[in-house]
T-cell receptor
Framework: DAGVTQSPTHLIKTRGQHVTLRCSPI?????VSWYQQVLGQGPQFIFQ???????GRGNFPDRFSARQFPNYSSELNVNALLLGDSALYLC?????????????FGPGTRLTVL | EDQVTQSPEALRLQEGESSSLNCSYT??????LFWYRQDPGKGPEFLFT???AGEEKEKERLKATLTKKESFLHITAPKPEDSATYLC????????????FGTGTQLKVEL
């Protein structure tokens, strides 16, 4: 079975531009979460979506937005990019069931803002 | 606010030299504690979930344990391929799927 997939693998943007990152969850998983990982740090929670609804939001500015589609894939959008947005963006999928809240991560998208 | 502190920040072991990684946490009602392995430039790879104090889980050379304040990841007779960053995360009751991560322990196992 395919794991979580993310695209693109790498992305270079300049300050002020916007970016769209994409994620496809494991087949059968209905929940997708997005994380930002700056070099040398642990991942930080940005959003969770479940059944196309936002279920959680981390401490990130409104420049960050996301959505989930009927097939449970998801997009993360970042507007007005700043140098500090350079990071590895991770998507995690899970199948929330009673007693099972394990999250499985994709390979990430490396975003560089110049 | 949920917090996770991992120690040491970095650890260098000789092949076969067993050791333990520590994860201390504060959380408003623990729903689960997670261990992940992360190789450079890649996404975290799921290892274990622990749900209650006293629980233990094992996988090959790794064993995770949990108390009310901390978790340990014991590595027995490590091999060079165990070299990676090990991340600990907590999930709070009522917090949805949000994971709060520590900064990780960077493990290097040498021949």
């Amino acid at each position: 079975d395919a794991g979580v997939t993310q695209s693109p693998t790498h992305l270079i943007k300049t300050r002020g531009q916007h970016v769209t990152l994409r994620c496809s969850p494991i087949s059968g998983h209905k929940s997708v979460s997005w994380y930002q990982q700056v070099l040398g740090q642990g991942p930080q929670f940005i959003f969770q979506y479940y059944e196309k609804e936002e279920r959680g939001r981390g401490n990130f500015p409104d420049r960050f937005s996301a959505r989930q589609f009927p097939n449970y894939s998801s997009e993360l959008n970042v507007n007005a990019l700043l140098l500090g947005d350079s990071a590895l963006y991770l998507c995690a999928s899970s199948s929330p069931r009673e007693g099972n809240n394990e999250q499985f991560f994709g390979p990430g998208t490396r975003l560089t803002v110049l | 606010e949920d917090q996770v502190t991992q120690s040491p920040e970095a650890l260098r072991l000789q092949e076969g030299e067993s050791s333990s990684l520590n994860c201390s946490y504060t959380v408003s009602g623990l729903r689960g504690l997670f261990w992940y392995r992360q190789d450079p430039g890649k996404g975290p790879e799921f290892l274990f979930t622990l749900y209650s104090a006293g629980e233990e889980k094992e996988k090959e050379r790794l064993k995770a344990t949990l108390t009310k304040k901390e978790s340990f990841l014991h590595i027995t007779a490590p091999k060079p391929e165990d070299s990676a960053t090990y991340l600990c995360a907590v999930q709070a009751a009522g917090g949805g799927n949000k994971l709060t991560f520590g900064t990780g322990t960077q493990l290097k196992v040498e021949l």
